[in-house]
């Protein structure tokens, strides 16, 4: 096999600054919702307290998630000989060896893409995350999806279509793995 040219995909600080916004107006209105839960004659003040918690806490996490993106200076995605080097969202799976990928599935959930790498050795890639908090989204992830292991373009200074075609050619000059879209 030749060798390959490192190919490094930068995280897009435009597409996380506008998700990071679109984040905080939910905190916002989340703290509203708090701050003054008898505002809606149609919805129980309790529900309304509860869904104005549920929104700064899911959503402040997201915001915090993405401000430490910000102001990461690392690549997003790189992609050599050995594998993919995956550092695209706040669930990082470093690197993943070409040799224990099997088959690579596109899922669409709620018209979000994710690439999804079935991987031989899951739990190895879940022991090695570096935050409990890591840890517990790539076991959801794998007891939902098969696989521990999923990348979006949506920090990606590249749109998903372009990276899945350029994972799957360099997938196919790497290694044999089938590649599905779900």
Known sequence: MAQMEQIEIQLSKKKMFL?????MVFVGLGLF???NPSMSTKYNSTFVAIVGLFSVL????????IFRKLLDKKAGLIINQQGIIDNSSGVVAGLILWEDIEE???LNVSGQKFLMFIVKNPQEY????????QRKMMKLNYRMYGS???????????????LHKLL????????NIKIYRL
């Open 19 to 23: 998700t990071f916004l679109g984040a």
């Open 33 to 35: 919702m708090l701050i």
């Open 58 to 65: 899911f959503f402040g996490l997201a915001a915090i998630i």
């Open 104 to 106: 690579v599935m596109v």
């Open 126 to 133: 879940i022991d090695k995350a570096t935050s409990l908090f």
């Open 148 to 162: 521990p292991i999923s990348i979006s373009a949506n920090a990606l200074q590249m749109n998903f279509d372009n």
């Open 168 to 175: 799957v050619e360099k997938m196919k000059e790497c290694h």
